[in-house]
């Protein structure tokens, strides 16, 4: 069946610093991808998605690429601020399906 | 719109007592599904259904009930509370169509079980 394995939090990281939060995926056929974020207290917000290989998310200065051939869309910031702190979730959806498969969820703090 | 929208907020039940969790949306979403989530095991899916009249089970759905009798309106009935089912409860609509149509997540039930 499809599955997430996205990395190990708690992720602390200071201001201004690069972010990276890996993720693979298994599934058959072609899914499409997703990142949500959940900011505490809250429930989930759809971040980006990607829909087929090689496709790149991007929102709020995040970013995921679709990589067929590793089974991964990794989401990146190149600068993180003190409001991006919250709950990161990668996801995927089968073709032909509408249930979502969802990662653990990575825990990001940035300190000031 | 008011999107998803979930009530209680909070709730606190003794052990073997029922209650509904209310979850209603307003974008004419066929698909709605109920999830729980617990520290360090992100979102499990308790029951979905694919349009009005129509619901199936999820990974977890022992200990829950569901029916759909309208697209706006997806309860989840709790039959006989546990302490296990303490938990933060989410229910979520997707339009269909699109492979890449996102879910949509209300704000969430914090239910505690004594």
């Known amino acids: 069946g499809d599955s997430v394995t996205q990395m190990e939090g708690p992720v602390t990281l200071s201001e201004e610093a690069f972010l990276t939060i890996n993720c693979t995926y298994t599934?058959?056929?072609?899914?499409?991808l997703f990142w949500y974020v959940q900011y505490p207290g809250e429930g989930l917000q759809l971040l980006l998605k990607?829909?087929?290989?090689?496709d790149k998310g991007s929102n709020k200065g995040f970013e995921a690429t679709y990589r067929k051939e590793t089974t991964s869309f990794h989401l990146e910031k190149g600068s993180v601020q003190v409001s991006d702190s919250a709950v990161y979730f990668c996801?995927?959806?089968?073709?032909?399906?509408?249930?979502?498969?969802f990662g653990t969820g990575t825990k990001l703090q940035v300190i000031p | 719109n008011a999107g998803v929208t979930q009530t209680p907020k909070f709730q606190v039940l003794k052990t073997g007592q029922s209650m509904t969790l209310q979850c209603a949306q307003d974008?004419?979403?066929?698909?709605m599904s109920w999830y729980r989530q617990d520290p360090g095991m992100g979102l499990r899916l308790i029951h979905y259904?694919?349009?009005?009249?129509?619901?199936d089970q999820g990974e977890v759905p022992n200990g829950y009930n569901v029916s759909r009798s309208t697209t706006e309106d997806f309860p989840l009935r709790l039959l006989s509370a546990a302490p296990s089912q303490t938990s933060v409860y989410f229910c979520?609509?997707?339009?269909?169509?699109?492979?890449?149509?996102?879910?949509?997540f209300g704000p969430g039930t914090r239910l505690t079980v004594l």
């Open positions: 996801a995927l959806k089968s073709l032909g399906y509408q249930k979502v498969t």
């Open positions: 990607a829909t087929k290989a090689d």
């Open positions: 599934a058959t056929g072609y899914p499409s």
């Open positions: 259904s694919v349009g009005a009249g129509i619901t």
């Open positions: 979520a609509s997707t339009g269909q169509g699109a492979p890449g149509n996102e879910q949509f």
């Open positions: 974008m004419n979403h066929e698909y």
